[in-house]
């Protein structure tokens, strides 16, 4: 079986548990002391990193079948459609760098894109939109020295593969 670890997890499915894990313990420390209103208004305030960008596929690596499916390539990003000012200047690093992005998709399940992806072959052209985590932040929990695209899905985002001409939330 191909290796499906992700840095030093077992998968990425694990790598994004646990990351997604240590935000909301992060976030529950520095509440800790703040009456239930301000806690209140700080969770309503909190928004995700999401971005939307044009890309290349470069490689399809393996399935991550450990736990949740997830479909994993790797990407060149060729162009940041909708930027979000939290994680702009990591995108634009890896435009002007032209480093290879990790993108997770949860496929197979009603979490994810319930059915195949079709078209993702290398050089394929790729509109996403997703969760943006940095390659510092991703590389400091564990996980690969990249930046990672994610929750690529519904309710949150989308992929669109360009041959065949179709989109997936």
């Known amino acids: 079986m191909a290796d499906q670890s992700f840095g030093k997890f077992r998968s990425v499915g694990e790598f994004l548990e646990s990351y997604k894990a240590a935000q909301e313990k992060e976030l529950a420390e520095a509440e800790k002391e703040l009456p239930f209103d301000e806690r209140v208004r700080r969770r309503r305030q909190q928004t995700r990193n999401i971005v939307e960008v044009a890309a290349r ?65 290398a050089g394929a052209g790729l509109d996403l939109k997703g ?11 564990g996980g690969r020295a990249m930046s990672v695209l994610h929750f690529t899905h519904h309710p949150v985002g989308f992929i669109c593969v360009d041959e065949p001409a179709a989109c997936y939330s």
């Open 57 to 121: 596929l470069h490689e399809r690596e393996p399935d991550d079948t450990d736990g949740d499916r997830h479909v994993r390539l790797l990407v060149n990003v060729t162009e940041l459609l909708e930027g979000n000012p939290a994680v702009n200047g990591d995108v634009e690093r890896v435009l002007r760098d032209v480093e290879d992005v990790f993108v997770a998709i949860r496929i197979g399940d009603s979490m994810g894109i319930t059915q195949d992806i079709l078209g993702l072959d």
């Open 131 to 141: 969760e943006w985590i940095p390659k510092a932040s991703a590389q400091s929990h």
